[in-house]
């Protein structure tokens, strides 16, 4: 690991506020190049695999199509859900490529964050003039109300 990466890994876990996140700021970053070669108008797969290879060239560690179990009372149920993203194991990413962003899309991302382990995410919706106005920020405060073990 190289001493910039060390310089920021160790800021990184100092920093508590998203204002301050710097490994939110690289996947921004990251995505907003995305959205200025390609532009709105795709599916979402085509985000998504632009966005690995983004990722790929900012050397950000990540995992796609992450499987999210589901446990209900202590029994696995059969369904198969899955995190777009998961960067550094620190960061939910969930892409959209819709005309706009509904209650139900956020409901899913804290859905999301309280059947995993991880408490942040970045809900991007790739579909919009400006890709600043498709980003929210997501986190889950309460993990004690967790109905399931720790995804990892």
């Known amino acids: 690991m190289g001493e910039k990466e060390i310089h920021r890994r160790g800021a990184e876990s100092a920093e508590m506020e998203w204002g301050n996140d710097r490994l939110t700021g690289e996947v921004i970053a990251a995505a ?48 198969s859900y899955r995190l777009d993203f998961v960067v550094e194991e620190k960061l939910v990413l969930e892409l959209k490529s819709v005309t706009s962003l509904e209650p139900i899309h956020h409901a899913q991302v804290l859905t999301y ?22 980003i929210k920020r997501i986190v889950l405060s309460n993990k004690s109300s967790a109905p399931s073990a720790p995804l990892r």
């Open 32 to 79: 907003i190049e995305v959205h200025r070669f390609l532009g709105p108008g795709l599916l979402e797969s085509a985000y998504q695999g632009c966005l690995a290879t983004e990722l790929d060239l900012r050397r950000l560690g990540y995992r796609r199509e992450v499987e999210l179990p589901l446990i209900y009372k202590g029994n696995a149920v059969d369904c």
């Open 113 to 134: 964050l309280r059947l995993s382990s991880y408490h942040r995410a970045l809900l991007i919706n790739f579909n919009v003039p400006l890709l600043k106005d498709g």
